[in-house]
């Protein structure tokens, strides 16, 4: 039996894949591009938009690992239901779903960032895996440090010295590398007595101060942060996203800064849970050989 990995050529699928593989773990790739050629790993042409792909996909697979698409949520909601009742039909032995930084646990902090509302796609998605009777996990990152590679950051700091990002000065939150999603991923495949939400994240939360010392010390020269404004921060991003997405991430971004920080809790922590520590901003720099 094999493990069935959506999105596996792209940033959070990737290293999902590429963990369960070196793990010796059979992969399968799914994936919109029927001619994508992923490093070992068997490649199946599956679109969200089909419930019947996706049930013939997950039929007899070991694991499923699921993340939703940056799409109009109205599609996010169709994706959601299609991926519930293929998970209904096909019941495959175990189901872990990220939700990409929308928080679904109830010790939430406040209102900014939560996609727990009845109709949102993501909790559409949680609710339908509840109650499906598949064994599955659900993993809750906040943000990734990955956005920080981002063309408009990445160039500030290497040509400014300056890190520029959507957050107030200040402001604390518990970032997370996608590498560190696919370690807990692949964790929780096998660790079948943990379900529920899985917090992932740096716990203590850090500053943008502080990841951008993680920068200088890495770089050897001083790298300062700088709070930017959400929309203006994410304007760049509106050919790729769309105008409607990306109006929503800035919204969000705007409403997460109004908080008092943006940070799991200890309980139901990766590190407390499965004993999976998150890398500092400073591993995941070494990692990427930054």
């Known amino acids: 039996m094999t493990y069935m990995i959506?999105?596996?050529?792209?940033a959070q699928g990737a290293p999902v894949v590429a963990a369960l593989a070196a793990a010796g773990k059979p992969v399968t790739a799914l994936t919109r591009d029927a001619g994508a050629v992923v490093d070992e790993a068997r490649v199946l042409a599956v679109d969200y938009s089909s419930?019947?792909?996706l049930t013939d996909a997950y039929r007899g697979a070991e694991g499923v690992f699921v993340h939703?698409?940056?799409a109009p949520e109205?599609?996010?909601?169709?994706?959601?239901?299609?991926?519930?009742?293929?998970?209904?039909e096909a019941r495959p032995a175990r189901v872990v779903f990220s939700t990409s930084g929308a928080i679904v646990s109830a010790d939430g902090d406040g209102d900014g960032g939560r996609d727990d509302s009845a109709e949102s796609a993501v909790s559409v998605l949680v609710a339908g895996l509840a109650d499906s009777g598949v064994s599955h996990a659900v993993i809750e990152p906040r943000f990734y440090l990955e956005n920080l590679l981002l063309p408009?950051?990445?160039?500030?700091?290497r040509e400014e010295g300056v890190l520029r990002y959507s957050l107030p000065s200040g402001f604390r939150t518990s970032w997370a590398s996608h590498l560190d999603i696919a370690d807990v991923a692949t964790e929780l495949f096998e660790r079948t007595d943990i379900t529920g939400v899985v917090s992932v994240g740096q716990y203590p939360a850090v500053s943008g101060e502080e990841l951008a010392e993680a920068f200088s010390t890495r770089l050897g020269r001083p790298v300062t942060y700088e709070a930017t404004d959400p929309h203006v921060f994410f304007a760049p991003l509106a050919p790729m996203l769309g105008e409607q997405a990306t109006?929503?991430?800035?919204?969000?971004?705007r409403a997460v800064g109004t908080q008092p920080d943006h940070s799991i809790t200890a309980e139901r922590s990766a590190q407390k849970l499965l004993g999976i520590t998150p890398r500092t901003a400073g591993q995941?720099?070494?990692d990427l050989a930054l």
């Open 6 to 10: 959506h999105g596996a050529t792209g």
């Open 51 to 53: 419930p019947a792909d």
């Open 68 to 70: 939703l698409p940056v």
């Open 74 to 88: 109205e599609d996010r909601l169709a994706f959601a239901r299609n991926v519930v009742a293929a998970v209904r």
């Open 152 to 157: 408009n950051v990445i160039a500030g700091v």
């Open 247 to 253: 109006a929503t991430i800035a919204d969000m971004y």
């Open 284 to 286: 995941w720099l070494a």
